[in-house]
């Protein structure tokens, strides 16, 4: 029935993102309590590329709702990216996410080192700043 109201042009974008989220939540929760490590990787994996498409979609969403079916396609694309056979997600993720986070892994490091710097500068400046008020408080 969902198939056909998102066919319809009904309901399309709560319908492929309630699949998008809801058989993945559970189907992570069974991977977690498993012993297993590869359906693991494959939810993880998963969850990357869904939250990566998502940005992708919440700028282009506008224009791409203006070809025929869309919904349907994304639908599509959210069932071969989680279903176990395909495993599309880990495909996704093996072939463009993965070399591209280690073609910037160093720079992406340098740029949390120097966000975990000045956040530390910030909590030291606002602790003599707080300390200091608090001092002047009391006298």
Not at 3 to 18: A, E, F, K, R
Request: net charge negative; proline share 3%; charged share 15%.
């Amino acid at each position: 029935a969902g198939v056909i109201m998102v066919m319809c042009g009904i309901g399309g974008s709560y319908i492929s993102c309630l699949l998008g989220v809801a058989y993945p939540c559970f189907m992570s929760f069974l991977a977690l309590e498993s012993d297993g490590r590869d359906d693991d990787k494959q939810w993880l994996t998963y969850w990357v590329v869904f939250g990566l498409f998502n940005i992708v979609d919440q700028f282009a969403g506008f224009i791409l709702t203006f070809i025929p079916f869309y919904f349907l396609l994304k639908l599509c694309f959210l069932i071969w990216l989680f279903h176990p056979i395909t495993t599309g997600a880990t495909t996704i993720y093996d072939m463009f996410i993965l070399p591209n986070m280690q073609q910037y892994e160093k720079h992406i490091a340098a740029v949390e080192q120097k966000v975990s710097e000045s956040i530390d500068a910030a909590k030291a400046k606002a602790s003599s700043i707080t300390g200091k008020s608090e001092s002047a408080k009391t006298e």
